[in-house]
């Protein structure tokens, strides 16, 4: 079978995703017997591509790059309806990686719900519609009889949701605690090596870790929503955003870093998530933590969550949170297992 892929949002991470599969068409026909076409890519600012025959993900790079749009490209349209062009260009594994509205989870949320009623599974980075209705969009998609994935929700392309699920089963995961924004944690790592705050967003931004609008970064809704996945993924608990204890960095001064360093101790922005009799608590907070703790070490983009299990005790996953490559992994890796699921 060759796989029809399309793709909504070409920013930092869609572009990312355009060209991973590109490099790497033939390793994946090789390693997994994994074949695709690239037949659809809509984004709302720069445009979108359809071909039933499938596009050259080298092209798209080209005009990404030259006029940072599509419509200068051939197998350009005018029509942006996403319904319609799945009509028109059928998917079977559709990804979203748009910018979320963390409050309402669209377009998002919209993007997954049609992708999953035109019938293609839906895999996804964005965190806004999974955050908010993680379980309408499974119920969605075992209706139809595909599936959804989310693993670069959270902690960009390092497996989380995807290990709790998979080796993890049987494990009674009892709290999560973590660092899971990465421009906070680069923020916070420059500061304390005495850089301003300012800079150290501007060069987050450039280097495509934030948010198109990095207030949900720094005042820690990125980091909120993601503790709603978790909620919802490991306690099956919905939590709304207004249910997180939030605080973000913004106030975080360089004489809390330095008196944090005083005392043997690192400011992190912690997000924690826990089992409370039949429903979760979860927050986010700057958090002065002893050097000796797992997650002091953890520096720059990186990420991590320290998962407490029944079986395992504590497990941790370590790895990088945002950036291109490293998000258009997970959405790579979601759609090889929706492919080997099929097979
Ligand atoms: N802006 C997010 C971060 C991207 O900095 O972690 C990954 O979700």
Known sequence: MIYRIGLAGCGTVGRGLVALLGEKREYLEKKYGFSFSLNLVTDFIKGTVASADGLNPREIIENLDRSGGLRSMKEALEDTRLADLLRRTPVDILCDATPTNYETGQPSLGILQTAIASGASAVTCSKGGVGLDLAGLKKLAADKGVKVRY?????????????????????????????????????????????????????????????????????????????????????????????????????????????????GKRVKLIAGVERHKDTARGYVKPTAIDLTHPLASVSGPTNAVCLTTDNLGDVTVIGPGAGARETAQGLLSDILDIAARNA
């Open 151 to 263: 693993e670069s929700s959270v902690l960009s392309g390092t497996p989380l949701l995807n290990l709790a699920q998979g080796p993890l089963a049987g494990c009674l995961i009892e709290k999560a605690l973590g660092i899971v924004n990465g421009t906070t944690n680069y923020i916070l790592t420059m500061m304390e090596g005495g850089a301003d705050y300012a800079d150290s967003l501007r060069e987050a931004q450039r280097l495509g870790y934030a948010e198109t609008d990095p207030t949900g970064d720094v005042e820690g809704f990125d980091a909120a929503v993601k503790v709603c996945i978790m909620a919802q993924e490991f306690f099956g608990c919905k939590l709304s955003l207004s249910e997180i204890d939030r605080e973000g960095i913004t106030r975080v001064s360089p004489s809390d870093i330095k008196k944090a360093r005083e005392e």
